[in-house]
C-alpha cells in the first residue's frame, strides 16, 4: 500500500515537470535553434544574441522558478506542520509581506544602508510579520481561522501600504511594480547561485527535524509527554519557514499560494507523512511554478512575460482558497465575540451632534491653518478668498467621501453581525478599482457617470459573490471574512497586473490608488456632497430592515419582513456607497472599518445613529487624514488614502487583538 501511495504521489509531481520542461524547450527552439544548443552550452558564441538569451535568461530562468517554487512549498509544508492548519503559507500568514515591506521601506528611505543588509532587512520585517500573526490569533489557541485571518489582514495591510508608499515615492518606476508582483525575470546566473544553497542548507535541516516536526502534529500535552520541546521546534521550523520564504522575497519578489496548493496537492495525491510532503511537495511547487511562468512567456511572441508570475499564481490561489474553505477545509473555531449589541449610550444623538460639531471645527481648520515657507499660518479673510478654490474642494470631497465609506462599513457590519467587515476588507473597493481599470482600458474617455457606473458594478459583483459564500459560512465566522480577504487579494492580483504592463491609459490612475485627493474639482466635490447627502437622506427608512436582519433571517420573516429583498437592497446600497467613496479617495483609506466600530464603542447602536454617527466619524477621520497629509512633511504631500490607512493600520490590528481576548 505505501508503495502505491509513493508511486501515486509521484504523478502530479512528474507530470507537471514533464509539462513544464516541454514548454521550456519549445520556449527555447524559438529562440535558439536546436542544431545550436550543445555549441551554446559547450562552446558559447558570445556574438550571438540567440546564445546570450538562452544562456543568461532562459535557462537561470528555469532553475529560478524550480527552486523560487522549491522553496515556497517546503515553507508551506512546515508552516501548514507548526499551525496545524491547511492553509497556512508564507502568503497567508504575512510572511512574503512584511518581507516586501520591509525591503520598501529600506529602498525608498534608506537606499544607502539598505544595499548592505538587503536580505537582513527582509528576514526582519518578514519574521516580524509572522510573528504578529502568532501573536494576534495565540490568545484563540492559535485556532485556524484566526490565524488565517490575522494572516491575510496582516498580509493585506503590509502590502497597501508598500503599494502606496512605492506608488507615492515613485510613480513611474514599472519594476517595482514586476518586483512586487513575483517577476522571475533573469538577466545572470546571480539569483540561481544565492537561491540554491540556501534551499539546500533548509532542506538539510528539515531532514534532521522531520520527527521532531512530526510529533508537533500531536496535541501539545502529548508532545511533551514524550519529551518533545514543543516551544524550540516550533521555533526552529518557524525560523526555517520564514527564511525559506524572505529568500524567494529578495530575489524574486512575492510569489504567493505556490506553499498552499503544492502541500495540497502532495496530500491529495497520497502524501501522508512529514516525510512524503517534505518529498512531494518541492516537486510539485517546482513544477507548478515553473509550468505557470513559461504558459506566461509563451503567451507573448518576443519571450517576454505579459504578467508578473506572482500575480498569476495569486490569479490560481485566490480561487483554490475559496474552494478550500468552501470544502471545509478549515477546522471550525470557536465562536467569536460578534458585535455587542448592548451597553447602548443613554444620548446617542448627542454624541452624533458632537461628532458633527467636531467636523465643523475640522473643516475651519483645514480651511484657514496650513504651512508655507515661513512656517505654520492662519489665514486672513483676504488669503481665504483665494485659498477656499484651492482648499474647499478638496475638503468637501475628502469628507463627503469619508462619511460614504463610514456608511458602506455600517451597513456592512450591522447585516453580517461582524465587527471587522468593512469595504476595504471585503473587496468591495477592489472590485470597483478592478471595474474602473477595465474602463480605463476599454474607454479611456469615458466621462465620471461611467466611471460611476462602472466601479457600483463591480463593487456589487464583489458583494453579491460574498452574500452567495457568506451562507456556507454563517456571515459572523471568520470565514466569511477570509473569503473577503481573499477575494480582495484577487482583484488586486489583476490590478497589479495591469498596471505592470504599462498601458498608458492607466498610468493616471496610479496617484488615484494612493489616495491623492489633490486633483479633486469642485464638481467632483459638489457631486460627491450631493450623494453623501442623499444617502444620508434615505437613512431613516433603513431603519427596520437594520434592526430586524441582525438577528437572523428566520427572526425577520417572522416580523413580516421580506429578508431576501431587504439583505439585496442593503447590499447595493453598500456597494454603492463604496463606489462613491473610492472614486474621490481610491481604494485604501480603513474608514469603513474605524467609523462604524468607533461609533459602537461609544454606545451608539441605535441603527438611524449609528449611521449618522459613524457618517460624522468617518468625515472627520478622512478630513484629518487630508490635512495631515498636507501639512505635515511640507512641501512634500502625503496622499489622505495613504495616511489614513496609516492611521488604520494599527487600529486594525488593535481590533482584531481585542477579539482574541
Known amino acids: 500500500m505505501r508503495q502505491i501511495l509513493a508511486l501515486k504521489g509521484h504523478i502530479p509531481a512528474i507530470g507537471l515537470i514533464v509539462l513544464a520542461a516541454a514548454l ?10 536546436l542544431a545550436l544548443w550543445q555549441r551554446a552550452l559547450t562552446h558559447p558564441d558570445f556574438t550571438d544574441p540567440r546564445q546570450l538569451v538562452a544562456l543568461y535568461s532562459q535557462l537561470p530562468r528555469a532553475l529560478t522558478a524550480i527552486l523560487a517554487g522549491m522553496a515556497l512549498a517546503l515553507a508551506g509544508v512546515v508552516f501548514q506542520q507548526i499551525a496545524r492548519n491547511p492553509l497556512a503559507e508564507p502568503a497567508t500568514l504575512g510572511t512574503s509581506a512584511g518581507a516586501y515591506l520591509a525591503l520598501t521601506v529600506g529602498t525608498v528611505l534608506f537606499p544607502g544602508l539598505f544595499g548592505v543588509s538587503r536580505e537582513l532587512t527582509a528576514l526582519a520585517g518578514g519574521a516580524a510579520a509572522t510573528l504578529l500573526v502568532f501573536a494576534l490569533s495565540w490568545r484563540r489557541g492559535l485556532a485556524p481561522g484566526a490565524l488565517i485571518l490575522a494572516g491575510l489582514i496582516v498580509s493585506f495591510i503590509c502590502g497597501s501600504v508598500s503599494s502606496v508608499l512605492l506608488l507615492y515615492a515613485n510613480p513611474y518606476d514599472l519594476s517595482l511594480y514586476l518586483w512586487g508582483g513575483g517577476s522571475l525575470s533573469q538577466n545572470d546566473w546571480s539569483t540561481v547561485v544565492t537561491l540554491l544553497p540556501r534551499l539546500a542548507c533548509c532542506a538539510a535541516a528539515l531532514g534532521v527535524l522531520a520527527r521532531p516536526l512530526t510529533l508537533l502534529g500531536l496535541d501539545d500535552a502529548a508532545a511533551r509527554s514524550i519529551g518533545l520541546p514543543v516551544i524550540w521546534t516550533r ?3 518557524l525560523v526555517i519557514a520564514v527564511y525559506l520564504s524572505v529568500s524567494v522575497v529578495c530575489t ?3 510569489i504567493g499560494f505556490i506553499g498552499l496548493i503544492a502541500p495540497a496537492m502532495a496530500r491529495f495525491a497520497g502524501a501522508r507523512t512529514l516525510r512524503q510532503q517534505i518529498v512531494y511537495a518541492p516537486m510539485i511547487g517546482a513544477g507548478l511554478l515553473w509550468s505557470t511562468d513559461q504558459c506566461l512567456l509563451l503567451g507573448t511572441g518576443g519571450g517576454r512575460e505579459w504578467l508578473p508570475a506572482g500575480a498569476a499564481t495569486a490569479l490560481i490561489g485566490a480561487p483554490v482558497l475559496l474552494a478550500m474553505l468552501l470544502r ?12 455587542n449589541m448592548t451597553a447602548r449610550s443613554r444620548r446617542p444623538w448627542a454624541i452624533v451632534l458632537g461628532a458633527v460639531g467636531l467636523l465643523t471645527i475640522l473643516a475651519m481648520i483645514a480651511l484657514d491653518l496650513g ?3 515661513g512656517g505654520w499660518y492662519w489665514a486672513s479673510p483676504e488669503q481665504l478668498d ?7 474642494p478638496r475638503a468637501t470631497g475628502t469628507a463627503a467621501a469619508g462619511a460614504m465609506l463610514a456608511l458602506s462599513g455600517a451597513i456592512l457590519q450591522r447585516i453580517t453581525g461582524n465587527d471587522l467587515a468593512s469595504p476595504e476588507i471585503l473587496g468591495l473597493g477592489g472590485g470597483a478599482t478592478l471595474a474602473l481599470v477595465i474602463l480605463a482600458l476599454v474607454a479611456p474617455a469615458a466621462g465620471a457617470g461611467w466611471q460611476f457606473a462602472a466601479m457600483c458594478g463591480g ?6 459573490a460574498l452574500l452567495a459564500l457568506g451562507r456556507s459560512t454563517s456571515f459572523s465566522s471568520d470565514r466569511f471574512l477570509i473569503s473577503g480577504v481573499a477575494i480582495a487579494a484577487l482583484t488586486n492580483a489583476i490590478v497589479v497586473a495591469a498596471l505592470a504592463t504599462g498601458a498608458p491609459p492607466l498610468q493616471n490612475l496610479k496617484l488615484w490608488m494612493a489616495g491623492s485627493t489633490g486633483q479633486v474639482s469642485a464638481g467632483q466635490a459638489l457631486t460627491g456632497l450631493a450623494l453623501a447627502l442623499a444617502f444620508l437622506a434615505v437613512v431613516p427608512l433603513l431603519r427596520r430592515w437594520l434592526d430586524l436582519l441582525p438577528l437572523g433571517h428566520a427572526a425577520a420573516r417572522a416580523a413580516g419582513l421580506h429578508a431576501q429583498r431587504a439583505l439585496f437592497m442593503l447590499v447595493l446600497l453598500a456597494a454603492a456607497l463604496a463606489a462613491a467613496a473610492t472614486l474621490i479617495v481610491g481604494p485604501l483609506a480603513f474608514v469603513g472599518l474605524m467609523a462604524p466600530r468607533l461609533a459602537a464603542h461609544w454606545g451608539i447602536r441605535q441603527p438611524t445613529a449609528q449611521l449618522f454617527g459613524a457618517a460624522a466619524i468617518g468625515a472627520v477621520i478622512m478630513l484629518a487624514a487630508d490635512w495631515l497629509g498636507r501639512t505635515l512633511l511640507f512641501p512634500y504631500e502625503m496622499p489622505a488614502g495613504l495616511m489614513a490607512s496609516l492611521i488604520g493600520a494599527p487600529f486594525f490590528i488593535w481590533i482584531l487583538w481585542a477579539r482574541k481576548s
Open 328 to 339: 471545509g477545509s478549515l477546522p471550525a473555531d470557536p465562536p467569536g465575540p460578534g458585535i
Open 24 to 33: 521550456s524547450l519549445c520556449g527555447l527552439e524559438r529562440e535558439l535553434p
Open 235 to 237: 521555533l526552529a521550523g
Open 252 to 254: 524574486v519578489g512575492i
Open 459 to 464: 463593487a456589487g459583483a464583489v458583494t453579491a
Open 371 to 373: 504651512k508655507g515657507v
Open 386 to 392: 483665494g485659498l477656499v478654490a484651492w482648499r474647499g
